[in-house]
């Protein structure tokens, strides 16, 4: 599946905020959000005023580009939500949210998304027992996530642990890291998704 393979930091600076996509960098002083706060590009720092369709389309890019996905897979997401009962924009995210992928990062599994999607292709994940090897696969509540036990010696997975649960997990996750795995207790509410974002300005772009 296609995916985007440019610079990472380059998108961060494009939204003049963190979007966490090279996971413990983001954290420190080497973030390009922290050195150069403003737009990439020759006249990043002369930008002006956005308009109101501008403004829409910046809040959908954050936000497509904090899941790392496509415009393609991100506009079916979009029509998915908008087909079910609820507010369009926190049933959109809590679809993204619960990509398998997400949640591997979310779990601490993983030090970005980026990296939980090639774990998780590389089948290093189990889901309720099962194999599944399906970064987009949508977890659902009671839905438990571990390490493959011939994955639990792996570096990157150890690290991420040790890292994940200083940093503590989202209220939706339950977390068992002395047993490397992890359950859904619930699909998240607005409120518990770690992502600042104003969903109902993507709906609106959506919806001309």
Known sequence: MARYTGPLCKLCRRETEKLFLKGD??????CAVERRQYPPGQ????????????????????????YGLLEKQFRKYFHKANSKKGVTGEVLLQFLETRLDNVVYRMGFAANRSSARQLVKHRHFLVNGKDVNIPSYNVQAGDGVEVRESSRDIDIIKDSMSRGEQRGTPSWLDMDFQNFKGKVAHIPSREEIQLVAQEQLIVELYSK
């Open 43 to 66: 006249h990043g720092q002369r930008r002006g005023k956005l308009s109101d369709y501008g403004i829409q389309l910046r809040e959908k890019q954050k936000v497509r580009n904090s």
């Open 25 to 30: 960098r983001c954290y420190t002083e080497k």
